[in-house]
Nanobody
Framework: QVRLVESGGGLVQAGGSLSLSCAAS????????MGWFRQAPGKEREFVAA???????TIYGNSVEGRFTASRDDENTLFLQMDNLKPEDTAVYHC??????????????????????WGQGTQVTVSS
C-alpha cells in the first residue's frame, strides 16, 4: 500500500522560510517522478514543483520559481524548501507520485491528472 505523509507546515511571516517533507512508503521511491501541488481555499489545485527520480532535474510553477527548491533523498523522502514566502503562498501543500512518464517532462508532470498517489497535505499559512 502506497502512503505519502507530508509534514513541516505551519505559520510564518511574509519573507520567512519553511521546509516541507514528504515520507513515502510502499513504492520504489527512486522510480517515481514526485511532485508538489497546493490548494488555497476556493481555488483550484496548483502545480508547485516536480523532481525526477534521480533528483537531478526539477521543474517549478511560475509563481514559485526562484523561491522554492524541491529535492529528494535516496531512500524515501521528498523535500520542498520554501524561501521568501508571500501571503499568496498560503495553501494546503500536497506531495504526489506520478506513475506515468518516468522522464521528467514539464507539460506532463505539471498536470495533477498524471499523479496517482497523493498525501493528505500540510497547511502553510503566511501572514502579511
Amino acid at each position: 500500500q502506497v502512503r505519502l505523509v507530508e509534514s513541516g507546515g505551519g505559520l510564518v511571516q511574509a519573507g520567512g522560510s519553511l521546509s516541507l517533507s514528504c515520507a513515502a512508503s510502499g513504492l520504489a521511491f527512486s522510480s517515481y517522478v514526485m511532485g508538489w501541488f497546493r490548494q488555497a481555499p476556493g481555488k483550484e489545485r496548483e502545480f508547485v514543483a516536480a523532481i525526477s527520480g534521480s533528483g537531478s532535474r526539477t521543474i517549478y510553477g511560475n509563481s514559485v520559481e526562484g523561491r522554492f527548491t524541491a529535492s529528494r533523498d535516496d531512500e524515501n523522502t521528498l523535500f520542498l524548501q520554501m524561501d521568501n514566502l508571500k501571503p499568496e503562498d498560503t495553501a494546503v501543500y500536497h506531495c504526489a507520485a506520478s506513475t506515468g512518464l518516468q522522464y521528467l517532462t514539464a507539460s506532463y508532470h505539471s498536470s495533477e491528472g498524471h499523479y496517482r498517489y497523493w498525501g493528505q497535505g500540510t497547511q502553510v499559512t503566511v501572514s502579511s
